[in-house]
Nanobody, 124 residues
Framework: QLQLVESGGGLVQPGGSLRLSCAVSGITLRSYSIGWFRQVPGKEREGVSCINRFGDTTAFADSVKGRFAISRDNTKNTVYLQMNSLRAEDTAVYYC?????????????????WGQGTQVTVSS
């Protein structure tokens, strides 16, 4: 059974960095594209970044372009989201999700399996 577990969240000051990890078990990671999403209370879940099966295609929301990076290590069954120059508006619960699609999408409906989320708080 596919399981995704996020880690690496926490409290960071504006301008700081965090690296989130999404550990995947129960599947062969190279068969899945992975997306990162975030959600704040009262708002819809927002697509942040994604990486396709082969790791050669990525996508980012306009709000994080140039600040966030995504990578995957299929040998460790883990996908990473490096977040730099963090802002207060990046505060949210961050989720990773998996899809067997070849393609990388920032659309929530494209993903079939989700982790439980990790809280990121950017505050001074």
């Amino acid at each position: 059974q596919l399981q995704l577990v996020e880690s690496g969240g926490g409290l960071v000051q504006p301008g700081g960095s965090l690296r989130l990890s999404c550990a995947v078990s129960g599947i062969t990671l190279r068969s899945y594209s992975i997306g990162w999403f975030r959600q704040v209370p009262g708002k819809e879940r927002e697509g942040v970044s994604c990486i396709n099966r082969f790791g050669d295609t990525t996508a980012f929301a306009d709000s994080v372009k140039g600040r966030f990076a995504i990578s995957r290590d299929n040998t460790k069954n883990t996908v990473y989201l490096q977040m730099n120059s963090l802002r207060a508006e990046d505060t949210a619960v961050y989720y990773c999700a998996a899809t067997s699609s070849f393609f990388c999408r920032l659309t929530e409906m494209a993903y079939s399996d989700w982790g439980q989320g990790t809280q990121v708080t950017v505050s001074s």
